[in-house]
């Protein structure tokens, strides 16, 4: 009988009696990478330094309770039962769809109440938005979840992938391999990553960046969304996230070619280069000729 090696431990390490997950390594890992690639580009286009920073204090928090409600209302049935449970996050249950539901609207208002355009604002983030969903599928992956129906070893052996990816989708509880439909979604969303970092240089219009994150996104986990034993379902067989995917992409092509007809006149991403009043030496030369008239 084939030997298959024991699946990966979920836990990093342990202080005291509190265990510390490679999900949420993973998690914050991908957090703070995403934030300092946007950072850059963000302060490169003009942004004050502090305004990812603070807006990512209320988007954060605001993101895991919208993921959390999301997930929640998609199983009422068993959490309308057990009313306790609903809090109790610990033990998994969030949707990625939900986060970015509450991440947009936070950023939305955010970025109104700070008189700074949203589209402007969700062009420089896009590409982040990415690299966190790509680290973070590593997460589901040492969870041993988010996985896809049964297939045999040989199929896995075949997509070339190292063995001990191969060895973490056997589901002991299965009996059996399963698609790492993690991998399918992460090296999906790598491709994506490359395409609007180049679109970047192409200056499309504002908002474009945005909305092709949108997009592709949402085409690849419409299919990725159809191949999971663990979707959240609407109404029947009618899986959640392929119907966000769809107005998502909907919706992003509905954008793009308004924009592109109606609005008038056009702001492209690199129009707006850093402006003088962002420059500290600057500031400081303006506040010391400031300062001098004053005595005087």
């Known amino acids: 009988m084939e030997q298959v090696l024991l699946a990966i431990n979920p836990v990093a390490f342990s202080i005291g009696t509190i265990e510390v ?3 949420g390594i993973l998690i914050a890992l991908g957090i703070v990478l995403a934030y300092f690639v946007a950072q850059k580009e963000a302060v490169k286009r003009g942004l004050p330094e502090d305004f990812l920073t603070d807006m990512l204090i209320w988007a954060i928090p605001i993101s895991i309770i919208s993921a959390r409600i999301y997930y929640v209302a998609m199983k009422w049935e068993y959490y309308g039962a057990n009313p306790e449970k ?3 996050i610990w033990n998994g249950g969030i949707a990625i769809h939900g986060a970015l539901i509450g991440a947009v609207i936070t950023a939305y208002i955010f970025s109104r109440n700070r008189g700074i355009s949203f589209l402007k604002v969700a062009d420089i983030v896009a590409p982040s938005l990415l690299i966190g969903q ?3 599928r590593w997460g589901n992956f040492m969870n041993q979840e988010a996985y896809g129906g049964p297939v045999s070893r040989e199929f896995l052996e075949n997509l070339m ?3 001990w990816i191969i060895e973490q989708m056997y589901v002991q509880d299965l009996g059996t391999y399963v698609h790492p ?3 399918y979604e992460s090296m999906w969303n790598v491709i994506g990553l490359i395409i609007l970092l180049t679109l970047r240089k192409v200056n499309l219009h504002r908002g474009e960046i945005f909305f092709g994150y949108m997009i592709w996104y949402s085409i690849g986990r419409f299919y990725i969304e159809g191949m999971r034993t663990d979707s959240l379902y609407l109404i029947g067989e009618l899986r959640s996230a392929q119907v966000v995917s769809i107005l998502a992409i909907v919706l992003g092509i509905i954008f793009i070619v308004y924009r592109r007809m109606m609005v008038r006149p ?3 991403y690199l129009d707006e280069e850093k402006a003088p009043s962002n420059n500290k030496k600057t ?3 303006n506040n010391n000729v400031k300062n001098k008239a004053k005595k005087k």
């Open 266 to 268: 056009v702001v492209r």
């Open 86 to 88: 609903i809090i109790q």
């Open 21 to 23: 997950r490679w999900y």
């Open 161 to 163: 992938i190292p063995n």
């Open 134 to 136: 790509i680290i973070g």
């Open 181 to 183: 439909t993690f991998l």
């Open 283 to 285: 500031n400081t030369k």
